[in-house]
């Protein structure tokens, strides 16, 4: 069996390096990711923002606190069981959306980082994410929460944090949305939650 330890450590060295895209000459760190190499369950966000960048990893601001707290509502935990990357892998200046040609450079890295863990369920965090990897028109207010099948991954999105924390009112859905993902993974993964009683 291959050690997805060291395929990842190779993959990392050669994605610090990358100078596909204009966002290499702006960033402090590239934000490659971060989880358990044996994850089951991979979140997608969109990009780094300042904090990232300053630390090289991803969610690390107040937009990460909430996802953490909201993981650990459900036993999930980036040290532990999931693993968590982004779109692209450099801020994009002031936090911008990144643009379409960016977005498209930097998807060969999270394409290696899928071909290493093979995820069985994959979680968009906002419509950057679910735009570009479950489908173009998709729309967070009324597909949130839904599961889509897609070369045998399940795939959800739902509402990115930072739009959690500008409309609290739209935490109800969220952490329904995380429930659903729990009664997926006990039905589907077979270790995620193996040091857990859920
Ligand atoms: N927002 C994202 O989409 N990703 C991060 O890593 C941080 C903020």
């Given at each position: 069996m291959p050690d997805k330890n060291k395929e990842f450590a190779a993959l990392r060295q050669e994605c610090l390096k990358?100078?596909?895209?204009?966002?290499c000459s702006t960033r402090t760190n590239v934000v490659f990711g971060v989880g358990a190499?044996?994850?089951e369950v991979m979140f997608i966000g969109e990009g780094p923002g300042e904090n990232e960048d300053l630390t090289?990893?991803?969610?690390?601001?107040r937009g990460g606190k909430l996802l953490d707290k909201m993981l650990t509502a459900v036993d999930l935990d980036r040290n532990k069981n999931i693993y968590i990357a982004n779109i692209v892998k450099c801020r994009p200046p002031k936090n911008r959306d990144p643009l379409p040609e960016e977005q498209e450079q930097c998807i060969k890295w999270l394409r290696k980082q899928f071909v290493i863990l093979r995820p069985k369920i994959i979680v968009c965090l906002g419509r950057i994410a679910a735009a570009k990897i479950i489908k173009p028109d998709i729309k967070i207010t009324k597909e949130h929460g839904i599961f889509f099948e897609k070369d045998g991954i399940l795939m959800m999105a739902i509402y990115h944090p930072a739009a959690l924390l500008r409309n609290p009112n739209y935490k109800p859905d969220a952490f329904n949305d995380f429930l659903k993902l729990q009664e997926k993974i006990k039905e589907i993964c077979t270790h995620t939650y193996d040091d857990t009683d859920k």
């Open positions: 990358c100078t596909a895209c204009g966002l190499d044996n994850a090289g990893e991803p969610f690390v601001g």
